[in-house]
T-cell receptor, first 114, second 114 residues
Framework: AQKVTQAQTEISVVEKEDVTLDCVYE???????LFWYKQPPSGELVFLIR??????QNEISGRYSWNFQKSTSSFNFTITASQVVDSAVYFC???????????FGAGTRLFVKA | GAVVSQHPSRVICKSGTSVKIECRSL??????MFWYRQFPKQSLMLMAT?????????EQGVEKDKFLINHASLTLSTLTVTSAHPEDSSFYIC??????????FGEGSWLTVV
C-alpha cells in the first residue's frame, strides 16, 4: 500500500524565516514520482515540483528547495526567507508509474506572519 | 503549457437534484483522468480513475451509482453527482495524464448542495 505522511499539521513562522515541511512516504514500487503542490485559499492546486524516484539530486528553485532521500523515504521542502504570499496548504504526493494514481498527504498549513 | 479546465468552478444545487462537472484537457489528449474530492481542511481523496472509452474504476467506499463518471473522449471526462445531498458539498478536482505521463490538475469545482 502507498502512503504519504505529513506530520506537521500547521506551521506558523514570521516573514523572512526559513521553514521546512516534512514528507515521508511508503511504497513498494521501485519506480515512482513524488510531488509537492501548493493550495492557496482559492483552492486550485499549484504544481511545485515532480521528482522521479531514480533522481535523488536535491533541487533549488528560487527560494524553494527540496531534499529527496530514498534511504529515509523522505522528500522535504524548504522555503527560504518566507513571505506572506507563501501562506497556503502544501501537499506532498506520491504517484506510482503503473496506474499513475496520485496519493496525497494530509497537507501542512503554513502561516507566514508579516 | 498543458491546461486542464474544470467547469463550473462553483455550483449551487438543490438537494435531490443532479449536477455535472466537466474536466477538459485543453491542449493534449488524456487517456486517463482522475477525480478527487476534498472536504474542508482535509486532504484530497481519490474517488475514481477514468479511462477513455471504458468504465471508471472507483476507490473503495465511493458509490459508483451516486458519482457517475463518463470519459467519452480523449479530452473530456464528466462527474455527475446524482441526487445530491448537503453532505456531498465539497471541492471536486480532476487531473489528467498526458501521453508523456505528466499529471495536470484542473482548477477544481466547489459544489454546495442546499
Amino acid at each position: 500500500a502507498q502512503k504519504v505522511t505529513q506530520a506537521q499539521t500547521e506551521i506558523s513562522v514570521v516573514e523572512k524565516e526559513d521553514v521546512t515541511l516534512d514528507c515521508v512516504y511508503e511504497t513498494r514500487d521501485t519506480t515512482y514520482y513524488l510531488f509537492w503542490y501548493k493550495q492557496p485559499p482559492s483552492g486550485e492546486l499549484v504544481f511545485l515540483i515532480r521528482r522521479n524516484s531514480f533522481d535523488e539530486q536535491n533541487e533549488i528553485s528560487g527560494r524553494y528547495s527540496w531534499n529527496f532521500q530514498k534511504s529515509t523515504s523522505s522528500f522535504n521542502f524548504t522555503i527560504t526567507a518566507s513571505q506572506v504570499v507563501d501562506s497556503a496548504v502544501y501537499f506532498c504526493a506520491l504517484s506510482s508509474t503503473g496506474g499513475f494514481k496520485t496519493i496525497f498527504g494530509a497537507g501542512t498549513r503554513l502561516f507566514v506572519k508579516a | 503549457g498543458a491546461v486542464v479546465s474544470q467547469h463550473p468552478s462553483r455550483v449551487i444545487c438543490k438537494s435531490g437534484t443532479s449536477v455535472k462537472i466537466e474536466c477538459r484537457s485543453l491542449d493534449f489528449q488524456a487517456t486517463t483522468m482522475f477525480w478527487y474530492r476534498q472536504f474542508p481542511k482535509q486532504s484530497l481523496m481519490l474517488m475514481a480513475t477514468s479511462n477513455e472509452g471504458s468504465k471508471a474504476t472507483y476507490e473503495q467506499g465511493v458509490e459508483k451509482d451516486k458519482f457517475l463518471i463518463n470519459h467519452a473522449s480523449l479530452t473530456l471526462s464528466t462527474l455527475t453527482v446524482t441526487s445530491a445531498h448537503p453532505e456531498d458539498s465539497s471541492f471536486y478536482i480532476c487531473s489528467a495524464r498526458s501521453s508523456g505521463n505528466t499529471i495536470y490538475f484542473g482548477e477544481g469545482s466547489w459544489l454546495t448542495v442546499v
